[in-house]
Nanobody
Framework: QVQLVESGGGLVQAGGSLRLACAAS????????MAWFRQAPGKEREFVAG????????YYAGSVKGRFTISRDDAKKMVYLQMNSLKPEDTAVYYC??????????????????WGQGTQVTVSS
């Protein structure tokens, strides 16, 4: 497994921006596809964005496409989620996840074998 630690969450007004970061260690994370999920109060955890191990393929949930950007820096073993034009409905705990092997942007939690502890993002109206 990969050890993942998220950071960068916080409180922001609607229309604002935040950048989440995920630090990876352990297994050769260079070859892991990475993703961000989120879980709002009273709701199931949902896929937000994913990026292939090479970084040349990215995937987004429809609700964030055009506003969020996922990226990775393998030299630093970091994955980022740039979130712009934030909305109150983006309020959730955001989780970083990793999965080895071929990746096609899976939205299913069970296909990821490593998870971080989560970071809270709160967007006020």
């Amino acid at each position: 497994q990969v050890q993942l630690v998220e950071s960068g969450g916080g409180l922001v007004q609607a229309g604002g921006s935040l950048r989440l970061a995920c630090a990876a260690s352990g297994r050769a994370s260079r070859y892991d596809a990475m993703a961000w999920f989120r879980q709002a109060p009273g709701k199931e955890r949902e896929f937000v964005a994913g990026i292939s191990w090479s970084g040349n393929r990215t995937y987004y949930a429809g609700s964030v496409k055009g506003r969020f950007t996922i990226s990775r820096d393998d030299a630093k073993k970091m994955v980022y989620l740039q979130m712009n034009s934030l909305k109150p409905e983006d309020t959730a705990v955001y989780y970083c996840a990793a999965t080895p092997g071929y990746y096609s942007g899976s939205v299913y939690e069970f296909e990821y074998d490593s998870w971080g502890q989560g970071t809270q993002v709160t967007v006020s109206s």
